[in-house]
């Protein structure tokens, strides 16, 4: 089964700063990644995928990329940071094994201060 | 454009009473949809989804969900509702090609002792 490992699990962000989210999945291969972000611990947004190293579809405009270095790998960047990028942000993948089912991992947790 | 609605923001059950949590959808063609639940702080965990076939789908920890197409529904139950299942739920529909989701905004559940 897959494993999705996220880190850091909670970071506070001065206004201006960058960032950086990392995400890698284990027990797959060739997997579909996605980065979503959910605001007031309600709604999930759609903010990236990915369907290969160096792919990226952008879902939303707005001050946040990503990236795909390595197959299992999936970044979330910003050059600075505004007070609206706090939220809580999963990443997801469809691995090849799993059929239509998206699985989630823990989350990071983003204050931005 | 696909769609899906909760319409209830919370409900609330006494332990061992039945439990529904409303869902409807809105799609172009064939629907593939999901329920996921959410803890405090953590990320989405996989109930159940349908794809096709029997309208009844049975999930995890003993939730079922009922597809139903004249009235474009996918109430996600289940039969003796437990302390420990009070948490975050979403439905969700698959959007187009890769697998997307788009989200509900999500029904608290809470199970009272």
């Known amino acids: 089964s897959q494993t999705i490992h996220q880190w850091p699990a909670t970071l506070v962000q001065p206004v201006g700063s960058p960032l950086s989210l990392e995400c890698t999945v284990e027990?797959?291969?060739?997997?579909?990644l996605y980065w979503y972000r959910q605001a007031a611990g309600r709604g999930l947004q759609l903010l990236f995928y990915?369907?290969?190293?160096?792919?990226i579809s952008s879902e939303v405009p707005q001050n946040l990329s990503a990236s795909r270095p390595q197959d299992r790998q999936f970044i979330l960047s910003s050059k600075k940071l505004l007070l609206s990028d706090s939220g809580f942000y999963l990443c997801?993948?469809?691995?090849?094994?799993?059929?239509?089912?998206?699985?989630f991992g823990e989350g990071s947790w983003l204050t931005v201060v | 454009a696909q769609s899906v609605a909760q319409p209830e923001d919370q409900v609330n059950v006494a332990e061992g009473n039945p439990l529904t949590v409303k869902c409807t959808y809105s799609?172009?063609?064939?629907?593939?949809l999901f329920w996921y639940v959410q803890y405090p702080n953590r990320g989405l965990q996989f109930l159940l989804k349908?794809?096709?076939?029997?309208?009844l789908v049975k999930g995890s920890y003993g939730f079922e969900a009922e597809f139903n197409k004249s009235q474009t529904s996918f109430h996600l139950k289940k039969p003796s509702a437990l302390v420990s299942d009070s948490a975050l739920y979403f439905c969700?529909?698959?959007?187009?090609?890769?697998?997307?989701?788009?989200f509900g905004a999500g029904t608290r559940l809470a199970v009272h002792p």
């Open positions: 799609v172009s063609g064939n629907p593939y």
């Open positions: 990915s369907v290969g190293i160096g792919q």
């Open positions: 349908y794809i096709t076939g029997d309208n």
């Open positions: 997801a993948t469809r691995g090849v094994s799993s059929g239509n089912t998206i699985y």
């Open positions: 969700a529909v698959r959007d187009g090609g890769y697998n997307k989701l788009i």
């Open positions: 027990g797959t291969s060739n997997p579909n």
